[in-house]
DNA sequence: GCAAAAGTGTTCGGCGTACACCCATGC
DNA sequence: GCATGGGTGTACGCCGAACACTTTTGC
């Protein structure tokens, strides 16, 4: 790592006590127009009986990428879904003033895909983010930094392709953006701004779905 | 730290080799119409000789932010400027393996309060940024996530406030612009769009530099 | 008066936004 | 034939980009 080992005298005495590293994953999911994150109850000391966004050390030889990438696997079931670091907590549990870190990192998945770990204890639960219950430790503010980006992300990127099927209609398109925006976006506006962007195609098929005339389906042009 | 202890048994296995966390602070400036940013020679392995993003460990009992402002105050003296989390690299050094994360942060500070670390070993200077030397580790990457972020900032924010002097004129502004977008802008675009943004005023005093008409002098509305 | 940088307005194209009606289908 | 959601076009305001001349000063 790039320190300074000499004229850093204090690295040595830090060096001591070495703090560990957390990964957080902070998963998001867009359902009945709902955007939702994925909480686990913690069973045991620190913060028994809350909620938490799931996390767990970092292992010997693993990467950050890897550490997110499993750890999002053993929740979820889901890999090859937007990923992407968000940022990096020192002080999130004040009580263990221990200069331990968290890596926070935000994916995106498709409810249809996931299949939550189905323990007894810490289970996983996915809660709407206008009802999230008490957290542990200081996990409103990673939510916070977490939603800010992921508006922030939708407007300039396909990052949307993560949260839907292969093929979609434009209303559940437009739904996804709607949950996650927070208020409602005009139809032809919508159609005709993501059209542009090239992030989206249509494909020749159709879905009928009702005593209505079908809705064409689309996809996303690219996927990562 | 938020760790979910009871069901990743991988957890205490991992503490038994807890990784060290460093902080690297990537440090711009512009002066001469370039920018520039500071790097560390240095005096021991690994990577003796090489040129690095000046950084070290994180100390006992201090948060991330503090662990930033103390770096750039050892490298430069200065304090109160614009400082903001980049990125958590984990593999910077390929060669220790052993799970270490480097914290990158990026500053930017005016060139005429800084006063430069006066070591003989471990040296901090200059580099412009399209003459950089080859560093140590991976730093080339960090500088370059550093670099797209600042010109981002740039877009939308008045981290500009950090790069100038108190009173500064309208062609001061503009070139510490064109020296981070890296193109020239239009003069009248410029001020037109700066003063729209309200992130600077015009104060009453002006500036005569020579044989031409005296300069009007701004300040930015908020440093912060 | 002349050299040098400061300061100023207008035009145009693209983009986001507001807004209302016809279309295709199942029953 | 009617209820239901799918699908479409236009007008306007704002913003970024291009572009050239006058003003103020020191010598």
């Known amino acids: 790592m790039t320190i300074e080992s000499a004229p850093a005298p204090q690295a ?29 109850e913690r069973s045991a000391p620190p913060a028994e009986g809350h909620w938490a966004i799931p996390g767990g050390a970092l292992q010997h030889g693993e990467s950050l990428d890897q550490a997110a990438v499993r750890k999002l696997a053993e929740e979820t079931g889901v890999t090859d879904v937007f990923l992407e670091q968000l940022y990096t907590f ?42 999230i219950p008490p957290l542990a430790f200081d996990n409103e503010r990673v939510i916070d930094v977490a939603r800010d980006r ?4 939708l407007q300039y990127t396909n990052a949307a392709y993560s949260l839907l099927p292969e093929h979609f209609t434009m ?14 976006l005009d139809k032809r506006n919508f159609r005709r701004r993501l059209l542009a962007t090239d992030f989206i195609a249509a494909t020749s ?9 079908p809705a064409r389906l689309y996809r996303f042009t690219s996927r990562s």
């Open 12 to 40: 040595t005495a830090a060096a001591a006590r070495r703090p560990s590293v957390a990964v957080l994953v902070v998963i998001f999911t867009v359902v009945d127009s709902a955007l939702q994150v994925l909480l686990i």
């Open 150 to 153: 992921l508006i922030n992300k």
């Open 90 to 131: 020192a002080d999130l549990d004040p009580a263990s003033n221990d200069g331990s870190v968290g890596v926070a990192w935000f994916a995106l998945v498709d409810p249809a895909r996931v299949r939550l770990a189905q323990r007894t204890a810490w289970r996983p639960a996915w809660w709407s983010l206008d009802d």
């Open 205 to 213: 098929e159709q879905r009928a779905e009702g005593p209505h005339r």
């Open 171 to 184: 209303r559940e398109l437009q739904e996804v953006y709607e949950a996650i925006l927070g208020r409602p």
